[in-house]
């Protein structure tokens, strides 16, 4: 039985994985027969879990001192209950409760979230709880997932079935728009997976563009920095950030866009309270604004200068535009795995990363469109000889 059960969001299940094993260092993550639901071991105190699922993008929930039931149908649901009574006399709580409940990957037959939350509810009510659907002092997640027959319960910490606010945020609406901006649940995800935990240091959007990488990381708390050699980019990014800002009612950040040369941060990276220790880079190959470098030249002197101003524990994400190659949604690839770049070729990169100091630790594919998928890979700083 598992500590804890992070409930993870079903557009990436794989990325999401990746993104709360950075956010939560300290505990191990092991993937569930559900391949939405991943066992938390490990230390790992609650004020640290709900920092994590908070920011993250593709985790929903936390289960916390979880149970997890196999399911048959509707005739099982007693013994469920049996034993989240027991759970509940173990792992008491003081305050009001409200129980969320809701499905992963289809249904189970006799099995609904309305009704089993209502039971539980009751029995939690028989318990002498106050139960409070609006404003609870705690929540008890029930999560029915269909794709391992099992359901898995505990006290929630996280946003459950609802919006984290990511998903909804959508980067057309933005002041400064231009139609190859990131989805915001992937800037969200692709910083947290460089960076790790909020304290771990300083985000670094090494070509900001927009700004999607940047607004993600002032959003989620971090000390972040964006360069951009445009400098009509940089107003751009700085009324996108302003904008975001505002809408979320954050008036102190630590956020900040740069006009500087991403291949020279030692000369342009100003001075901050926290170390260099996750980088961000999806590279703008139809828009050079060091127009005298062709792409890969470009794509080396910024992974060279990252590397130069990077902590021995950095990490960076870099996205990159490929040819279709199916949905992946569940697994990483392997770097062997045919991969067939929009702009050069895949070798090269691998090459560019190799030369500039950084160790692919794993790739993972989006798919966009019929034309399109996208390619994000980690690498860590390669250890010194």
Partial sequence: MARHIACLRGWHPALARAEISALLPQMSVTRLEGRRLVALSGDGEEDVLVQAVNVSSGCQAILCDAVLWPCKGESDI?????????????????????????????????????????RIGGRLHDLGYSIDLDEPVHEFGVVIDASSNTIACGWM??????????????????????????????????????????????????????????????????????????PVMVDGANQNLTW?????????????????????????????????????????????????????????????????????????????????????????????????????????????????GWDVKALWVEHVHASLSRLILHATVAPQD
């Fill in 157 to 230: 910490l996280g946003f459950g079935d609802e919006s984290d606010g990511v998903s909804s945020r959508k980067a057309a609406e933005r002041p400064f728009f231009k139609p190859v901006s990131l989805d915001p649940r992937l800037a969200r995800l692709a910083v947290n997976l460089a960076s790790g935990p909020i304290d771990n240091g300083a985000t670094v959007d090494l070509m900001t563009g927009t700004g999607g990488f940047l607004i993600e990381a002032a959003l989620s708390g971090r000390v972040a920095v964006g360069f951009d050699l445009d």
């Fill in 78 to 118: 007693e013994g469920l209950i049996v034993d989240v009574l027991g759970h509940l006399k173990q792992h008491p709580r003081e305050g009001s409760v409200a129980v969320r409940a809701w499905r992963h990957e289809g249904r189970i037959e006799g099995v609904g979230p309305s009704q089993l939350a209502q």
């Fill in 244 to 356: 975001a800002l505002e809408a979320e009612d954050m008036t102190d950040h630590r956020g900040q866009v740069m006009q500087g040369d991403a291949t020279q941060l030692e000369t342009c990276m100003p001075q901050l309270e926290v170390p260099l220790t996750g980088f961000v880079l999806d590279p703008p190959y139809g828009r050079n604004s060091q127009g005298s470098l062709a792409p890969m030249e470009l794509l080396e002197g910024v992974l060279n200068s990252a590397r130069s101003v990077a902590e021995r524990n950095a990490s960076l994400v870099l996205i990159l535009p490929i040819h279709p190659m199916g949905e992946h949604p569940d697994e990483s690839i392997a770097s062997t795995h045919e991969i067939s770049l929009l702009h050069g070729q895949w070798s090269d990169v691998e090459l560019s990363l190799r030369h500039s």
